[in-house]
């Protein structure tokens, strides 16, 4: 990843900002099989989150949200296959989340039972409109609900000591709550847990619905991450969801305010508009010469398991893995391309017009690149004939030879893939029939 460009835009590489950068990645954690499952039109069953757990190992996910074993037989049971089956690498944590209610709360951890490590998650709403609404409870009575059960986490998981706990907390709708008190909140449940730096727990910041604009989210954590009592027995979670399309620069802003973790999932499914993609955040990392530690190089591999799973499809458009990024329509894209490869030198730094990336790194190939339809000009045609059957043509033949496959093409109305311009190359010079 060396070779990537830093992550500071050239106007600004030398200019002292050192806060404004992602210089390290987070601690990347899955909730593909809980938030993103919950949101499934169909959601997952035991064959299907199988194969997403073993996805999500294979990309390099240590922490991976599993479920919400409380809420239904099949996600409990689905936490004792992982166990009981010895389906957890030695160096995963599984994670699993609940409500602050007290039933579900001991049928979590029976769930867990005989498990090495695990993150167990708790959470209730702080946000005035929850309060106010659905709860019915007053600001004190909130701060009372979260500390008795952040207290029953501790009771219950003194039982099982020969698993190593680590708890997690949420204060839900944390991005619309006052900030004042959800750090009192916050502080509450890290004193129940006696959050140290060498017994660390999670302190996870959702915005829950995306109110408001990613900088005035990095401003709450960085607010948050100043003024919590314990930071230094916390690690800073943010799980951002996307119900303004800015899930991805939320997160990115959030790590550089302070936060040290993420929660997200896989091409951004979940609850309504999705949770953050974490392979977005991941891959811009990586272009900007930050190894993110996931591994997305065999990123249509990934897709289709992630389609199979979540039975929904990925957008052609979707940033580094849809079916259309690698492929450039406009002439003038096109030949900037094309030179731009011909000048390139192995191992140089990554500065191709139009191509953020190289596909090769994720798998793609460099023959999708380029295809030619009647909006593209002569520099296409002539590299897919180049690349393709090792023919130069010289420039007045390509202008010449581009106006006739713009006409075929425009009679056809379809794009030419280099198989078809050839044909075309045959018909018109017969220099090889
Ligand atoms: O979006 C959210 O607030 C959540 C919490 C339960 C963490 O998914
Ligand atoms: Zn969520």
């Given at each position: 990843s060396s070779k990537y460009r830093p992550f500071a835009p050239v106007n600004l590489r030398d200019r002292t900002w050192p806060d404004a950068q992602i210089t390290h990645p987070p601690i990347w954690c899955s909730v593909d099989l809980r938030d993103g499952n919950q949101a499934l039109i169909e959601p997952m069953d035991v064959e299907r989150k199988i194969r997403m757990f073993e996805q999500l190992v294979k990309i390099g996910f240590k922490q991976i949200e599993v479920g919400f074993p409380s809420a239904s037989q099949t996600e409990f049971d689905f936490m004792r296959k992982l166990i009981e089956e010895k389906r957890i690498p030695d160096d995963v944590t599984v994670q699993v989340l609940t409500q602050a209610r007290e039933h579900l709360i001991h049928r979590t951890f029976e769930a867990l039972e005989g498990v090495p490590r695990a993150i167990v998650h708790l959470y209730n709403a702080t946000a005035p409109v929850m309060r106010r609404v659905v709860l019915n409870m007053s600001e004190d009575e909130i701060v009372e609900l979260a500390r008795t059960h952040a207290q029953m986490f501790k009771d219950l998981a003194a039982r099982y000591p020969q698993t190593q706990w680590q708890f997690e907390y949420s204060p839900e709708m944390y991005s619309d709550t006052e900030l004042e008190f959800s750090t009192r909140v916050i502080d509450a449940v890290t004193e129940v847990w006696e959050a140290s730096p060498e017994k660390k727990c999670i302190i996870n910041l959702p915005t829950t619905v995306e109110h408001s604009s990613p900088n005035i989210f990095a401003d709450m954590v960085e607010w948050t991450c100043r003024n919590i009592q314990r930071r230094d027995g916390v690690?800073?979670?943010v799980h951002p969801h996307n119900d303004r399309g800015t899930g991805t620069a939320t997160a990115e802003l959030a790590l550089m305010a302070g936060a040290d973790r993420l929660?997200?999932?896989?091409?951004?499914?979940?609850?309504?508009t999705g949770n953050l993609d974490i392979v977005n955040v991941a891959l811009n990392m990586y272009i900007q010469g930050v190894n993110p530690g996931l591994d997305f190089s065999d990123i249509d591999a990934i897709r289709a398991t992630v389609e199979y799973c979540n039975q929904l499809p990925v957008h052609p458009r979707h940033p580094y893995v849809g079916d259309l990024v690698y492929t450039s329509f406009s002439g003038s894209h096109q030949d900037a391309i094309k030179k731009a490869f011909a000048a390139r030198k192995e191992?140089?730094?990554?500065?191709?017009?139009?191509?953020p990336i190289d596909p090769k790194d994720l798998g793609r190939s460099y023959e999708a690149v380029i295809r030619v339809n009647s909006q593209s000009g002569k520099g296409g045609i002539a590299y897919l004939l180049e690349a393709e059957y090792g023919v130069q043509l010289p420039r007045r033949l390509q202008i010449e030879f581009s106006q006739v496959v713009q006409q075929e093409m425009d009679a056809l109305g379809t794009e030419f893939a280099a198989a078809d311009l050839w044909k075309v190359f045959e018909k018109e010079y017969g220099l090889f029939s």
């Open positions: 690690v800073v979670s929660e997200g999932c896989l091409f951004g499914n979940g609850e309504r191992g140089e730094i990554w500065d191709m017009p139009y191509l």
